[in-house]
């Protein structure tokens, strides 16, 4: 899909593949941005950042990381070369990424240990295969796919309310969550170390169809009291247990609060993003422009991800915006763009008071969506 667009699109002669980002600093007597990339300099009237959270893996802090004498690698940094079949594997981390690749790191492997700091809700995975005769029928009725799609991003959004308002929804997608736990888990010990103890929708809402019977395999052990050390020969947990193993994977997420972008881009006083944002955490106007940084639009950018659909529709959204700050430097015959520091703030103080009574700022866990401070940057 992708090729096909940037060839019907004309977008293929103006890609620089390959070429890393190494620094932009706004020009403020031009009124250009100035970029030192891999392949040499640049200039620019405008940059957008398109390089979204999910990006630099994060490494569990605890001793001996970084002693362990077998394969060790993030899941976000996948080694190939390490072949898994019949290994004794560790996991370190239950969130988005290790629901994905546990179901088939326990079919290669001799024995798998799972270290959960905290157990996420998981619902089913709506996933079916669609008839050949209802694809024709959408190729015969396009109206018809049409409504389809929409009827997903209505049901989705009927979803929100779950995480905004709770009551009753929130309530029924909790208990669907603890239905699906109960029909995959017999043995009532791991149930109780895989049910949470916050509130539907406070963490990120998992979706799978296999992860759960996989942690019910004979080969599978669950280890819920923490990690303390990492030692040469294994991990040691919680109840100073080592399990000896002979490959670790960390699913332990990303570094979402520090961007390698955000250190490299300079804004119009000197200082970079991650300078400006270290006082009060990653803040935007609209999650997309930022005061001090004239002609820098970000996508995905703080207080932008949706719990409840789709990020893509949050991206498109974006590109609609910024197309429009665009028009608007050109019908006003000006060079340069910012928000204004005021405006920036009114819209932060408003947003973070709406999100206050959500269930992702009080639903009783800790998750990445905050900063250390408590504030959702998310």
């Known amino acids: 899909?992708?090729?096909?667009?940037?060839?019907?699109?004309?977008?293929?002669?103006?890609?620089?593949?390959?070429?890393?980002?190494?620094?932009?600093?706004?020009?403020?007597?031009?009124?250009?941005?100035?970029?030192?990339?891999?392949?040499?300099?640049?200039?620019?009237?405008?940059?957008?950042?398109g390089c979204g959270g999910l990006v630099e893996p994060h490494y569990p802090e605890v001793p001996g990381v970084g002693t362990f004498h077998g394969p060790a690698f993030h899941s976000a940094r996948w080694d190939h070369d390490v072949d898994l079949t019949g290994k004794r594997v560790a996991v370190i981390g239950t969130g988005a990424s290790a629901i994905q690749?546990?179901?088939?790191?326990?079919?290669?492997?001799?024995?798998?240990?799972?270290?959960?700091?905290?157990?996420?809700?998981?619902?089913?995975?709506?996933?079916?295969?669609?008839?050949?005769?209802?694809?024709?029928?959408?190729?015969?009725?396009?109206?018809?796919?049409?409504?389809?799609?929409?009827?997903?991003?209505?049901?989705?959004?009927?979803?929100?309310?779950?995480?905004?308002?709770?009551?009753r929804l929130r309530a029924l997608a909790q208990r669907e969550a603890t239905r699906n736990l109960h029909g995959a888990i017999a043995d009532p010990a791991l149930r109780a170390r895989l049910t949470p103890d916050w509130a539907f929708g406070c963490k990120r809402v998992l979706l799978s169809n296999d992860y759960y019977p996989a942690l019910a395999q004979d080969n599978v052990q669950v280890v819920s009291t923490g990690i303390t050390e990492v030692r040469p020969e294994g991990v040691v947990d919680g109840d100073g247990v080592l399990h000896e193993v002979d490959v670790i994977v960390y699913g332990t997420g990303f570094r979402v609060m520090d961007i390698p972008v955000a250190h490299r881009l300079l804004g119009r006083d000197g200082?970079?993003?991650?300078?400006?944002?270290?006082?009060?955490?990653?803040?935007?106007?609209?999650?997309?422009?930022?005061?001090?940084?004239?002609?820098?639009?970000?996508?995905?950018?703080?207080?932008?991800?949706?719990?409840?659909?789709?990020?893509?529709?949050?991206?498109?959204?974006?590109?609609?915006?910024?197309?429009?700050?665009?028009?608007?430097?050109?019908?006003?015959?000006?060079?340069?763009?910012?928000?204004?520091?005021?405006?920036?703030?009114?819209?932060?103080?408003?947003?973070?008071?709406?999100?206050?009574?959500?269930?992702?700022?009080?639903?009783?866990?800790?998750?990445?969506?905050?900063?250390?401070?408590?504030?959702?940057?998310?």
């Open 101 to 167: 690749f546990v179901p088939v790191v326990q079919q290669q492997a001799a024995s798998l240990v799972l270290f959960q700091r905290t157990p996420p809700w998981i619902v089913p995975r709506l996933d079916r295969p669609i008839p050949d005769q209802r694809k024709e029928l959408y190729r015969r009725r396009p109206a018809l796919q049409n409504a389809a799609r929409n009827g997903i991003y209505w049901f989705n959004e009927l979803n929100l309310l779950a995480f905004t308002r709770g009551g």
């Open 271 to 378: 200082r970079t993003l991650s300078d400006t944002w270290s006082e009060h955490g990653p803040q935007a106007h609209r999650g997309t422009t930022v005061a001090g940084f004239p002609n820098l639009f970000l996508l995905l950018g703080p207080n932008t991800a949706l719990a409840h659909s789709s990020v893509v529709f949050m991206i498109e959204a974006q590109i609609t915006y910024v197309v429009e700050a665009l028009k608007a430097l050109a019908a006003y015959g000006a060079r340069a763009l910012e928000v204004r520091q005021a405006s920036q703030d009114a819209y932060n103080d408003d947003l973070q008071e709406r999100l206050s009574t959500t269930v992702w700022n009080s639903g009783g866990c800790r998750s990445w969506y905050r900063d250390a401070t408590g504030r959702n940057f998310t």
């Open 1 to 49: 899909y992708l090729e096909r667009v940037t060839t019907e699109f004309g977008v293929r002669p103006h890609l620089h593949l390959d070429t890393d980002l190494e620094a932009g600093v706004w020009d403020d007597t031009a009124l250009l941005w100035r970029l030192t990339t891999s392949r040499g300099e640049l200039t620019a009237d405008v940059v957008v950042s």
